[in-house]
């Protein structure tokens, strides 16, 4: 991803609002959001080419974050999803750290203690679950390099 080229944030008012507040206060308003740890994903839209920022619920697993592709329970997939698994170089950032990572979907294996660890955080994506026939996708986020 380029220094200087243009993110285009989610075109859902309230999420671009929520990421508006993030990037201006470095994560100190909107890191929180009803109780729960939220982190800014940017992924490379795989139609489009441009920079796509969004704003999801996170889970620490050891240095890995955990982010899951929940839609509501909607019965695709998000464009964010779709997006990292054409291109799972992604660009994070957790408060006021950036950093560049590698994103991919949980093996069936370990999907099982992720899921046990987002439903803590946010009970919520159960009852997504139910909502939707497909199978709600966790993403790991593994960090690849550090950017000041």
Do not use: C
Not at 14 to 26: F, G, K, P
Not at 60 to 82: E, I
Not at 86 to 100: D, L, M, T, Y
């Amino acid at each position: 991803m380029e220094e200087n080229e243009e993110i285009y944030d989610s075109p859902t008012g309230w999420v671009a609002e929520h990421v508006r507040r993030y990037i201006e206060t470095d994560g100190r308003s909107g890191h929180i959001w009803r109780g729960a740890p939220t982190l800014l994903l940017t992924t490379r839209g795989r139609k489009s080419g441009k920079l796509r920022r969004t704003a999801l619920i996170y889970g620490v697993d050891g240095n890995r974050y955990v982010v899951v592709a929940s839609r509501g329970g909607h019965p695709k997939h998000p464009s964010w999803y779709l997006n990292l698994v054409e291109n799972p170089h992604v660009e994070v950032q957790v408060g006021p750290e950036r950093f560049s990572a590698y994103a991919r979907t949980a093996t069936p294996e370990e999907r099982k203690g992720l899921w046990r660890l987002m439903t803590a955080i946010w009970p919520a994506y159960e009852d997504y679950q139910k909502k939707t026939s497909r199978e709600i996708p966790v993403v790991i986020l593994e960090r690849t390099t550090s950017q000041a």
